[in-house]
């Protein structure tokens, strides 16, 4: 008898269409392959390290004669393991030699620039989650938001930070309406073709390394409607069009596919290709600045897929609406204060934030599914079973071991999101001229940044009064080869300009920087990393979400224009020359009269005054003929509509954003900002509140939000 296949992706839709097909064998060759490696890995080596290089003996100090590991799953599932030291990993007692001191540092530095306070914690935060007014995770989508134990986990050295390109489709793509969309991704330093039950395992495990120092784990695509390939609105995370799980693992070239089975309706799209540990938190990587870990590529759906085509019926996109949860305030305030009480000192675990679920390796068992790593003492003592060192609070290059906890998960209804306001994607600039950055941000209270030299990520996920995320973006650029094709991955320690924006956002949602020198002829993709008050990337509680980092293309040419909001910053004219509002010399010239001139050559006075009244007489009659052509069109056009019922949007129906589209982030406690992330006024911003009491109706389809996303699971077999 046939038995299946493992899946190769799995997909929650906004609309109801089967992406099943095929079946086969699901001991494949490859996964059997797969399950012997593991076995081998897990049997000669209980250490993981960085290098991927075994270790014969651990330190002295650390209990690693009795490994105790996670059984390999009976019908072949690939489990995710790390080394158990016995007896540590079941006690309620943190370890003192576990505690890392540079938790107790909150970052402030006399004399230095000024920076958010960082949380400080003298046992490892491990009873973090009992000053928080929400529940525990415990490995489930809470919709209301919770507070997760769990510790970050083992970060893997600069060499192995993974990434991804999008190859197909390409960029800037046409592709036919309803139509199957295949997608191909290059991935590199990933452990691809790992996760675990979503409905039971979320979140619930601290991110883990293989043999090989990659960290175990996934990718994950989302498609997001948009109203214009250069649309400056961030998406409601809560809606997608598309979302999808690639639980197979990368092939020997380094890519893995999936499929929009039954494809899309008309209109104009962003996919966003993302690197995920096997129990859904995205990827951390042991320096802050690095390259963009995720991808994105533009497409376009129409009737008949022809290049250049656009779509026919245009729909409205909903507009964010404005929301002010609080006035401006300078105060501070976390969900999680900075309690002195003995739990927050002491080294014991209190039972009432021990996370049952934490001990469930899986609850629905699905085809291709591994068991989670699990605990019954919140992990407190996992960096004990790895030879990384602790966090030190440094950017560690060579890698490390957190045992800060992931923290404070905000409601679905606060899941941050932010695009780029200017440049748009599309945009050709001028060489070497300085540029204006723009990033709209929606529910993340910005403003909030820790030192990054002595407090990366050493403080939990924090939240503010409101319940938005306590921190901040960064913005990095990065040279590619082409606007519309992807061959290979980009190095993400390898990028031409990054930058982090300390700064709050201004009454729109907007926050800026600058670039003062700009950039050398070329393509380039700028994205945006929405990170914690400590550098992390922010935690969500559900799986299936939009994107919330964004990215866009531009070019640098020489006699690009420089995009409207960015007159401002163009530079003072010369001395020779007067500059025009678009940054080019201008065309006013000096002055050709002179009293010197001839008499000779002085114009006939009658025959100028004749022929300036014939010339109004036929701009007269020209504009005459245009207005009733154009009448007459339009009326033509209205009886049509009433016959077939189409109606044809232009941009009027849909309206910019309002005047304040964004949640508003928390104004900065102190004034200034270090000279490497700064905010300077914002130009004019691309939102225009002419429009903001039309009130379009949000007719945007969506997936229906579930705590329980396998509801909307579909499978597809290749």
């Known amino acids: 008898m ?19 097909n095929g079946a086969g064998s699901f001991r494949s060759s490859r996964l059997r392959a797969r399950e012997s490696k593991f076995r081998s890995n897990l049997s000669s080596t209980p250490d993981i390290h960085s290098s991927g ?50 938790f107790a540092n909150n970052g402030q530095v006399a004399g230095s620039a000024s920076s958010t306070p960082s949380l400080t914690s003298t046992n490892n935060f491990i009873n973090f989650c009992a000053t928080a007014a929400v529940g525990l995770t415990d490995g489930q989508q809470l919709l209301a938001g919770s507070c997760n134990p769990a510790p970050m986990g083992l970060i893997p050295s600069i060499d192995h930070i993974p ?130 870990l995720n991808d994105v590529v533009y497409f376009t759906v129409t009737a008949d897929g022809t290049p250049g085509s656009a779509p026919a019926i245009k729909r409205r996109i909903p507009v964010p609406r404005a929301q002010h949860l609080y006035p401006p305030s300078p105060r501070r305030e976390a969900i999680v204060p900075r309690a002195s009480s003995d739990a927050q000192s002491s080294l014991t675990l209190l039972p009432s934030v021990i996370a049952p679920g934490f001990a469930n390796a ?36 060579t890698g490390f071991c957190n045992p800060a906890p992931m923290g404070a998960i905000p409601a679905s209804t606060r899941m941050p999101s932010s695009k780029f306001t200017y440049p748009r994607n599309g945009d050709i600039l001028s060489p070497n001229s300085p540029m204006v950055v723009g990033l709209a941000v929606t529910n993340l209270a910005t403003g909030n940044f820790a030192n990054e030299e002595v407090t990366y990520m050493t403080a939990p996920q924090q939240l503010d009064s409101s319940g938005q995320i306590l921190g901040h973006p960064f913005i990095v650029v990065e040279a590619v080869t082409s606007l519309s094709s992807a061959t290979t ?30 950039f050398p002829v070329g393509h380039y993709r700028l994205s945006s990393i929405v990170t914690t008050t400590n550098g992390q990337p922010v935690l969500l509680p559900v799986l299936n979400h939009g994107a919330v980092d964004d ?26 020359s007067s500059t025009s509002a678009t940054g080019a010399p201008s065309q006013t010239g000096p002055s050709t009269h002179s ?34 052509l154009i009448r007459r069109r339009t009326r033509a056009n209205l009886r049509a509509k009433q016959f077939d019922g ?73």
């Open 551 to 576: 990215a866009i293309y531009f070019t640098v040419a020489k006699g690009g224009a420089l995009p409207t909001n960015q007159t401002g910053i163009v530079g003072l004219p010369s001395k020779s």
């Open 53 to 102: 290089a075994a270790s014969s003996s651990s330190p002295a100090s650390r209990d690693s004669s009795s490994a105790n590991l996670e059984p390999i799953s009976k019908r072949a599932r690939r489990s995710v393991i790390a080394r158990v030291a016995a007896g540590a990993q079941t006690s309620l007692t943190l370890d003192s030699t576990l505690v890392a001191s540079s």
């Open 646 to 718: 189409q109606i044809v949007l232009n941009n009027d129906d849909f309206g910019p954003a309002p005047v304040t589209p964004f949640n508003l982030g928390l104004p900065p406690a102190h004034a200034g900002s270090s000279s490497s992330m700064v905010q300077i006024s914002s130009p004019p911003t691309a939102f225009n509140a002419s429009k903001a009491s039309r009130g379009l109706a949000d007719t945007r389809r969506s997936s229906v939000m579930s705590a329980a996303p396998s509801y909307h699971t579909q499978i597809s077999r290749p």
């Open 163 to 292: 990434t991804v390109r999008i190859s197909q489709p390409q960029n800037g793509m046409t592709v036919a309406v309803n139509t199957t969309i295949p997608l191909t991704l290059l991935v590199s330093n990933l452990e691809s073709g790992i996760w675990v039950d979503f409905t039971s395992n979320f979140l619930s495990a601290p991110q883990q390394l293989g043999a090989s120092g990659n960290v175990l784990g996934h990718y994950q695509v989302v498609i997001e409607e948009l109203e214009a390939l250069n649309s400056t609105i961030p998406t409601d995370s809560s809606k997608f069009a598309f979302f999808s799980i690639l639980e197979d693992v990368a092939d020997s070239k380094n890519t893995t596919t999936t499929a929009v089975t039954g494809g899309l309706p008309e209109g104009f799209y962003r996919l966003t290709a993302t690197p995920h540990a096997a129990n859904y938190q995205p990827v951390l990587a042991p320096i802050q600045q690095h390259g963009a």
């Open 489 to 518: 991955v980009l190095n993400p320690i390898l990028f031409t300009f990054f930058k982090g924006i300390t700064g709050v956002a201004d009454s729109t949602g907007v926050l800026t920087t600058i670039i003062d020198s700009g």
């Open 362 to 397: 899986e609850g629905v068992s699905r085809a291709g599914q591994a068991a989670s790593l699990t605990s019954v003492n919140n992990y407190i003592n996992f960096c004990g079973t790895t030879t990384l060192p602790l966090n030190n609070g440094t950017q560690t290059r």
């Open 595 to 628: 009293s010197t001139t001839p008499v000779k050559a002085r114009i006939n006075v009658a025959a100028a005054v004749g022929g300036a009244l014939a010339g109004i007489a036929l701009i007269a009659l020209g504009i005459f003929v245009a207005w009733f």
């Open 2 to 20: 046939a038995r299946l296949q493992p899946v190769r992706s799995t997909s929650w839709r906004r609309v109801d269409r089967d992406s099943t």
